[in-house]
């Protein structure tokens, strides 16, 4: 019965090459499950030399623990053949010559031969293909437990925007189950007045194919929302395919709250601060309009009092009554004090002000300084003598009102602070700048309050009843810092002040 | 013997300033705003005129524009006499040719020295 089986495989050349070289393992058995046929791919499956296979059961390339189930299903199978697969569904093992068991694929057919039914088996080793599978199984199986653990809440989408996965962060964060969340139903979560802006980001995002990132509410397990920020991407195939997106999302409730506690804080104290500035320049305008007001108003009564002192003083010039004298300088010079306090409240609010321009001149400083000292003559106690000597080139190109100011500032203090019968000297120098030092031999300033001696209405407590209002050399400092100059002064209480003023020399 | 007009609202400085202009030996003629002050530098055309900026109506500016603008004033020497603090002020006065000016408040030295300086360059 073989030899005839084979002849007339072998009288059909084409069929017997198919037969010969198929990848795939060709078994043929009769109703007995006696092989019949294999063909050289069934025998190298099953690690069987040529014609070793024929006559044997076919159970025996079956694992041993299947084997009794394998003789109903042949039995079944011959009672009704089709052509179809074998164990549809279920995961298919053979045996090796050996014993050794592997995966396979078998579909099955039948044909009738001289009265016999024969089945055929096509046998695919699958060992590849299972061990595949098997590793992209673990692998999602890893990235899923990532994904599960992680203290993120993920979820997946596909290309048609429904989500497909959310990990267990998420779902233990909503309370709900995944059935519930997937597609659109995580929507159902969302804050009532987040959901439409959120919606179109991410359809936005979506149809762009374009990371995202949103804030958004969502309901937690006990009804209560929480601030989310969720970060979208979208993903690839490593074919460029477009799969969908994958979002994470973290609970940033606390420090949203935060921030915008800390923003209104911050509002809150940036009005009261604004508030406060508004005042203040309110008030500074108030001050300055006063200071002016003040200044101005001042000024008429005293060029009254002024005027009729001169004239007194031409009427009487003729009596040459020393009370009347005495008096009339008082006026004078009490007018004179109360005139360079006003014009020290009027210079220092337009220097706070910003209002005080440098107007530099060329001029002699020697032949300046000897008028500025004539000026002061007036203010000298009985025995003071003011010296002045000039060193280097006369020439100097400085603001001369600021720096007359200066001079007379500093040398009437020098007479103020200096007893009778002392010398005070001024000595100017120009080289590589100017120099004028104003020397004394007054009370000195104490050293614990000489750093304070700048600041504004700040005056020494051995200055006692000598009257004075603490802004000149605020002043005086301010102008020559305008000139780009310093001023400085040594001191020593008891014997003496030296002021020094450098100033750069601008040329010409 | 010299004139000079003397345009100032305030009673008392125009009063003094007077007194002490005759002292000195001017002949003095005054006016207690601008507008009297431009009939009075038309009529007696005096040497020189003192002129306070702050002044109701026709201020100092005004009064120095209009006397510029007349033929017979226009030479005129003209000095401010302010209790202003603003430098602007002052420097808008000489802008406009004024030919100096006192701040307020002046003793006689500081007046006569301006008064003559203007009067020297006329002459």
């Known amino acids: 019965m073989r030899n005839e089986h084979l002849i007339s495989l072998e009288s059909e050349a084409g069929f017997r090459v198919l037969f010969e070289c198929a990848t795939i393992g060709i078994l043929v058995t009769n109703e007995k499950g006696s092989i019949e046929l294999s063909n050289p791919c069934a025998e190298k499956l099953f690690d069987y030399n040529p014609t070793e296979l024929f006559g044997k059961p076919i159970e025996g390339l079956i694992p041993q623990s299947l084997r009794h189930k394998h003789t109903h299903h042949r039995e079944s199978y011959f009672a009704n053949p089709k052509a179809r697969p074998m164990g549809l569904g279920m995961e298919l093992y053979a045996s090796k010559k050996n014993g050794e068991v592997f995966p396979v694929e078998i579909s099955l057919g039948h044909y009738e031969l001289e009265g016999e039914m024969l089945a055929v088996a096509f046998v695919t080793d699958i060992t590849d293909r299972v061990k595949a599978k098997k590793i992209v199984e673990e692998r999602e199986a890893w990235f899923r437990n990532m994904a599960d653990n992680s203290p993120v809440m993920i979820w997946v989408s596909g290309t048609d925007k429904g989500c497909t996965y959310f990990n267990n962060t998420w779902l233990e964060f909503t309370g709900r189950i995944m059935e519930q969340e997937i597609g659109n139903g995580w929507a159902a979560g969302v804050h009532p007045e987040d959901l439409e802006r959120s919606l179109i980001t991410y359809h936005d995002a979506f149809d762009s194919r374009k990371p995202f990132r949103m804030e958004y509410r969502l309901r937690r397990h006990d009804g209560r929302y929480r601030w989310i920020q969720d970060v979208g991407k979208p993903t690839y195939f490593s074919d460029n395919t477009f799969t969908g997106f994958i979002g994470s999302c973290s609970d940033i409730h606390d420090q949203r709250m935060m921030k915008e506690e800390l923003e209104f804080l911050v509002r809150q104290r940036t009005t009261e601060l604004s508030d406060a500035l508004d005042r203040e320049k309110e008030m500074n305008e108030l001050k300055s309009r006063f200071v002016s007001m003040a200044s101005h108003e001042f000024r008429t009564p005293l060029s009254v009092v002024l005027s009729s002192t001169a004239l007194i003083e031409q009427y009487t010039a003729a009596e040459k009554n020393e009370k009347i004298n005495k008096h009339l300088t008082r006026v004078k010079a009490s007018v004179s004090n109360l005139t360079t306090i006003l014009n020290d409240f009027l210079s220092l609010d337009k220097l706070e002000q910003g209002n005080v321009e440098i107007e530099r001149e060329l001029f002699d400083i020697a032949e300046f300084i000897q008028p500025v000292v004539k000026d002061v003559h007036f203010l000298r106690k009985k025995g003071q003598h003011i010296s002045h000597m000039h060193k280097g080139e006369h020439q100097v190109l400085l603001d001369q009102k600021k720096l007359r100011y200066i001079m007379v500032n500093l040398i009437s203090n020098s007479i103020k602070y200096s007893p009778e019968n002392t010398a005070i000297n001024l000595h100017s120098e120009n080289a590589e700048g100017i120099t004028i030092t104003v020397e004394d031999h007054g009370i000195g300033i104490p050293e614990e309050e000489q750093k304070h001696m700048f600041n504004k209405f700040f005056r020494a407590k051995n200055t006692g009843n000598v009257q004075g209002t603490g802004l000149g050399l605020t002043i005086v400092k301010r102008y020559v810092e305008l000139m780009n100059g310093t001023v400085g002064f040594v001191s020593k209480p008891g014997e003496g002040t030296s002021f020094i003023i450098e100033l750069p020399q601008s040329r010409v | ?123």
């Open chain 2, 1 to 123: 013997m010299k004139t000079v007009l003397i345009i100032e609202d305030n009673f008392e400085i125009r009063e003094n300033t007077t007194e002490i202009l005759e002292l000195e030996g001017f002949a003095v003629i005054n006016a207690e705003n601008g507008e009297e002050g431009m009939l009075a530098a038309t009529k007696y055309l005096p040497d020189l005129i003192l002129c306070d900026i702050m002044l109701p109506q026709m201020d100092g500016y005004l009064v120095l524009k209009d006397l510029r603008k007349n033929p017979l004033t226009a030479h005129i020497p003209l000095i401010y006499v302010t209790a202003s603090t603003e430098k602007s002020e002052v420097k808008r006065g000489m802008k406009m040719g004024a030919n100096g000016y006192v701040r307020k408040p002046f003793d006689t030295k500081e007046l006569m020295d301006a008064i003559n300086k203007s009067l020297k360059k006329i002459v």
